[in-house]
């Protein structure tokens, strides 16, 4: 969780449920002030805590990391955030956080998923082993709190935000480029008829891409992290464009209406040799008993959330685990 302070008392994001924003802004104006992070722990197991006019309930303890942006500073919080956005490629970022030496807190090293590395770290060593931290939280897309050598450093994965990219522009995609950007998906439709690429109906989305189904592919750019949807409502079209997406290897692959139409379709384009169940998702979504356009949009999104988490979309309280913890 994240929250962005500025020197005028506003923010953006959040860290908790609204109860400890208003002592983080003022922790945050001090650490502005000297120009050093700082790790503030916030115990909401004790009543105590009152004293700090937390308004409390969460009955858990938080620790919150508070660090200063220096605009001047290519490598700050905020513009490695932003490079990650739009670079889009797993990255890990390994922080300490808990240390002797309060100059340590806030040092950093960053690994890409190309191995590309970037640090403040000036203990060479201690970096070597943070630097095998880092690929090891990359490999398993996990994020952790540990000891290196008596300092406490957050591994933390930050994975790139699921690009959707629907296929067909018809009445019902507006509910799901919708739902789409309130999760803060990157959103492409794409057309072969232009007239139904309005601008005002799909004011939301990130990309309005008119192209005929030949080519279609060649002016997309499908990564790990990529859910296509087929809603064109035309056989032909679909029949044209789904080969492309088996080979360009996007892991989510939906196809709208009933099963035998998705059984066609793959029938017609040589049956066993295209069908990929861990890919192609038809009929798309979760069983929701979904009927309006709103309500599929509703079972589509939830599938891909799902399937990009690899968990099964089951009612959480059949869950015998930590509602949390990352799928293996």
Not at 134 to 144: F, G, K
Request: glycine share 8%; hydrophobic share 40%.
């Amino acid at each position: 969780a994240r929250m962005f302070i500025t020197d005028d008392g506003q923010w953006t994001g959040a860290v908790s449920g609204g109860c400890l924003e208003g002592d983080a802004l003022r922790q945050a104006r001090d650490v502005m002030r000297l120009g050093k992070a700082r790790l503030v722990t916030y115990d909401t197991t004790n009543d105590d805590e009152n004293a700090f006019g937390i308004g409390l309930g969460c009955n858990g303890i938080i620790d919150i990391l508070i660090e200063p942006i220096q605009p001047g500073d290519n490598d700050n919080p905020l513009a490695l955030l932003g490079r990650l956005l739009i670079e889009r490629q797993p990255t890990a970022m390994v922080t300490v956080v808990i240390a002797d030496e309060p100059e340590r807190v806030g040092q950093r090293l960053i690994v890409d998923a190309d191995g590309n590395t970037t640090s403040t770290i000036p203990d060479r060593i201690f970096a070597e082993k943070i630097h095998t931290l880092a690929q090891s939280a990359l490999a398993t897309e996990r994020s952790s709190l540990d000891l290196i050598a008596g300092v406490t450093v957050f591994a933390e994965v930050l994975i790139p935000d699921i690009q959707l990219i629907v296929f067909g522009a018809g009445y019902d995609v507006i509910p799901l480029v919708a739902q789409a950007k309130l999760l803060g998906w990157a959103v492409t439709v794409t057309d072969d008829c232009v007239a139904h690429l309005s601008p005002k109906k799909f004011a939301a989305c990130d990309n309005l891409l008119y192209a005929p189904r030949e080519e279609v592919m060649g002016k997309l750019r499908p990564d790990g992290r990529t859910a296509a949807v087929l809603m064109t409502h035309n056989f032909n079209y679909d029949r044209a464009v789904l080969p492309h997406l088996l080979q360009s290897g996007v892991p989510y692959i939906g196809i709208l209406g009933p099963k035998k139409r998705g059984d066609k379709l793959l029938e017609a384009l040589g049956g066993a040799a295209y069908r990929d169940q861990t890919r192609i998702h038809s009929p798309i979504g979760l069983d929701l008993g979904a009927e309006t356009p709103e309500e599929i949009a509703l079972s589509v999104v939830a599938e891909i959330q799902a399937c990009f988490n690899r968990r099964d979309g089951q009612m959480l309280k059949f869950r015998n685990a930590p509602i949390h913890v990352p799928a293996s």
